[in-house]
């Protein structure tokens, strides 16, 4: 019963809100939205989408490099190769379970190269602090060269859809009743109390890692580059449509941070991707073009998404071939190779 419930909060909910966006952004098109949309899928310059998903390659590949500076400290040596491959099949589990990634790609390094589970995990965690770091710091510069839009397109984002906020909200809630429920259970067992602490030390383990590394400069360095690139290699999808190349550069944070917290709600940011960051640039286009702004607001938004998604499925399905299982699930180092 558990488990049934965990599937459903992890994967059915999130994904029925996606698939419910979706079905919600094509119907709420009337026809001069549609034909708008369309059109500019049609006429999209496609060399700029690209050369997005060749600066998309570059940030994996850079994010793959970042994470030995993380091992190393805990004395895990591990193979580039594998690293990247650990991370592309992270990625491509997080679009069916929303934030499993993670613990993914630490059962993949563990599988391929032997670190403990917890303490790599604890390094992706030492990871996110850093990415959320660079989230707040992308949301702040947008709020506040982008001051004067930043609350009108809240508000346009908000009223566009007030039925899937109010779900977001019970699914939030319910989320927290199960989180609840765990902790107490952990509090009252004493065994899988002691498991639990054992294994929270090696988050912690993994975590600090970040400030015993010996090269902080680099990996600093490494979290600047990746960030830059998911800002520019986004940016450049705005020069795809005409209509869209003259969108100022506070619309194209502004409309990179809403697709960013908004893939955080449903897998892979299925169904509202599109929406919020269509919106987004809806503002910016609606003086010059009318209802049809909405219409090409949604096309870009879901060319990004689309090609980014289709980016990271490809990538990690080859990836899921590529990494080797070099251990087995007790630790020992296989002789056979499958």
């Given amino acids: 019963m558990k488990r049934v419930a965990g599937i459903l909060l992890k994967t059915v909910l999130p994904l029925v809100l996606g698939v419910y966006l979706i079905w919600y952004l094509f119907t709420s098109m009337d026809p001069v939205v549609k034909a708008a949309f369309y ?37 895990y040596k591990t193979s580039f190769w594998n690293r990247y491959h650990a991370i592309m099949i992270g990625y491509i589990v997080n679009l069916t379970i929303p934030r499993a990634g993670e613990a993914s790609r630490a059962a993949m390094l563990y599988r391929s190269d032997g670190v403990p589970f917890s303490k790599s995990f604890g390094t992706i965690l030492g990871e996110r602090v850093f990415d959320l770091i660079m989230l707040f710091s992308v949301a702040l510069v947008a709020s506040v060269v982008g001051a004067g839009d930043f ?6 984002i908000e009223n566009s859809n007030p039925e899937s906020a109010s779900k977001v909200q019970l699914v939030k809630w319910i989320i927290a009743g199960v989180f609840l429920l765990g902790f107490a259970i952990v509090f009252l067992i004493k065994s899988i109390r002691q498991k639990v602490i054992g294994f929270i030390k090696g988050l912690f383990a993994g975590a600090l890692s970040v400030f015993k590394t010996k090269n902080p400069g680099a990996f600093i360095g490494h979290t600047l580059f990746i960030w830059v690139l998911y800002i520019v290699y986004f940016s450049i999808c705005f020069f795809a449509l ?5 969108v100022p550069t506070k619309g194209m944070l502004l409309a990179f941070l809403a697709g960013s917290l908004g893939i955080t709600l449903t897998n892979g940011g299925l169904g509202i991707f599109p929406i919020v960051v269509g919106l987004v640039i809806e503002y910016y286009l609606q003086d010059q073009y009318g209802s049809d702004a909405k219409g090409i607001g949604y096309a870009l938004g ?3 998404w689309s090609s980014q998604t289709i ?7 080859i990836s899921f071939f590529l990494l080797p299982k070099n251990y087995s699930k007790d630790g020992e180092i296989r002789t056979d190779q499958e």
């Fill in 39 to 75: 059109k500019a899928l049609h006429e999209a310059n496609y060399f700029w989408i690209f050369l997005s998903l060749l600066l998309s390659f570059f940030a994996l590949l850079s994010r793959a490099y970042r994470w030995k500076y993380l091992l190393e400290p805990l004395g």
């Fill in 151 to 156: 609350w009108k397109i809240k508000e346009l």
């Fill in 242 to 246: 005409d209509e869209t190349t003259d």
């Fill in 302 to 304: 879901m060319i990004i």
């Fill in 311 to 317: 980016l990271i499925i490809v990538l990690g399905v």
